[in-house]
């Protein structure tokens, strides 16, 4: 592997250690599930630790950017050579390895270790807790927030002592749902990372009349088989989405709640109906939505592509299947 990459990869793992952040708590701040950041810090798969992670170090660990990065001395095309070997259990993970360098010269051997905590209950920090709630009462989760941009914020604005893993607590609470509570929070899944936004309720919507007035002018003239309304409780209707069985017709979002992800939570939620059968569109080449819709898993196949460049048409067919196409 490139010896800038292990430099990086090594970097990390200091500032890990050197912190008071777990490696579960920086799995929190990088917005995925436990056990990912240790398993991308394995020095023999370079292929899960991305470049696009390298800047999130640096307010996670509130370091400078120079100490994530590789040391100057080291050139771009310089290689090393890993001897590795790598323990799973139910109790810890473990990475065991020797680093050769392209002069020849060897280190001693590395031992990284993880230790998997189970059955431990973790303690609710009840300030934060209701801290996060006053900012849900001024509308900041309206729009998706990840865990670190939760935690900048923390540490600029609320003065109480408070840990990373007290906001994982406080916000897994607020995403609870329980009989006769109600729910604040619900996590979602944005470009790969989670976030936290506040609940939204999406049903059926059985007749257009329904929907507020600057909604309803938005809505198809034509017969539909299918609506799917997204509501917000204080705010009421923020959207929908028209479908004829499994082609999409339309998705409208209220323009003051635009921006929020609202539209592809809605079809989210209209694939997840039947994920056996893909959703599918038509629209013009250079419709503004093509890209939207890309962002939103849909894609247009190899084969479509070329009949379509080959033909000159104007309009693309694209569909969003359980895996994207075309790639």
Known sequence: MLRTDFEVIRNVYDLLG???????????????PNGYFFEVLNPTDKSKFKQDLWTLFVPIFQTPFVNVLPP????????????????????????????????GT?????????????????????????????????????????????????RKF??????VEDI?????????????ITTLLQRNTDNSRYTYSEA???????EFTDLPSELQDLASNSSVTNRYIIK????????????NERTLVKVVIHPDFREMRLASRLLDHVMDLDKKTPLTVELSVDS??????????????????KFRIANKLTTVKMKRGTDKEGK
């Open 18 to 32: 050197a912190s008071a952040l777990s490696d579960e708590d920086v799995s929190f701040l990088l917005g995925k």
């Open 72 to 103: 100057t001395n080291v050139g771009s095309a310089e290689e090393v050579k890993l001897t590795s070997a790598a323990n799973y259990n139910n109790k810890s993970t473990i990475y065991r390895f020797t680093v050769t360098y392209e002069d």
């Open 106 to 154: 060897a280190t001693e051997s590395f031992e990284w270790r993880k230790s998997i905590v189970t059955g431990e209950r973790k303690k609710e920090n009840k300030e934060l807790t209701g801290y996060l709630k006053f900012l849900i009462s001024e509308a900041y989760f309206l729009k998706p927030k990840n865990a670190l941009f939760i935690l900048i914020h923390l």
């Open 158 to 163: 609320f003065d109480k002592p408070f840990t």
């Open 168 to 180: 994982a607590v406080s916000i897994k609470k607020l995403c609870r749902r329980q009989a006769g």
């Open 200 to 206: 939204f309720d999406i049903s059926t919507l059985d």
């Open 232 to 243: 917000h409780e204080r705010y009421g209707a923020l959207g929908f989405v028209e479908l």
């Open 288 to 305: 503004p939505l093509v890209d939207f819709l890309y962002n939103c898993s849909f894609a247009e196949s190899d084969e479509d592509r």
